[in-house]
Nanobody, 124 residues
Framework: QVRLVESGGDSVQAGGSLRLSCVVS????????VAWFRQAPGKEREGVAG????????DYADSVKGRFTISRDNAKNTVSLEMNSLKPEDTAMYYC?????????????????WGQGTQVTVSS
């Protein structure tokens, strides 16, 4: 049973923009936190941005603050990640995940449901 489905990954040049989307089919009451994580080859998975679905509170990694924006559309069960001013170091597989409170993107292991990922490649 597929619970999270990501889309929107692509190859872009540095300075470009992409919008990732995640359709979330898990209970908001049980898993109110949805976050985007990324993993580059040879590196650990890291939190990029997270959102508390009921209230809309957000959290960002320092490396993406001011460039990425996470948002949600509860009517469509969708969480999106708008990525601007992309850099080659943003290249990674991006995953959407849902988990319980507290909504902290540093708590990778706390997120119970994961999508299959969507690839983002930024060339210089």
């Amino acid at each position: 049973q597929v619970r999270l489905v990501e889309s929107g990954g692509d190859s872009v040049q540095a300075g470009g923009s992409l919008r990732l989307s995640c359709v979330v089919s898990v209970s908001t009451s049980n898993e109110p936190c949805v976050a985007w994580f990324r993993q580059a080859p040879g590196k650990e998975r890291e939190g990029v941005a997270g959102i508390y679905r009921p209230g809309g509170g957000t959290d960002y990694a320092d490396s993406v603050k001011g460039r990425f924006t996470i948002s949600r559309d509860n009517a469509k069960n969708t969480v999106s990640l708008e990525m601007n001013s992309l850099k080659p170091e943003d290249t990674a597989m991006y995953y959407c995940a849902a988990g319980p409170l507290p909504c902290m993107i540093s708590r990778v292991a706390a997120y119970n449901y994961w999508g299959q990922g969507t690839q983002v490649t930024v060339s210089s």
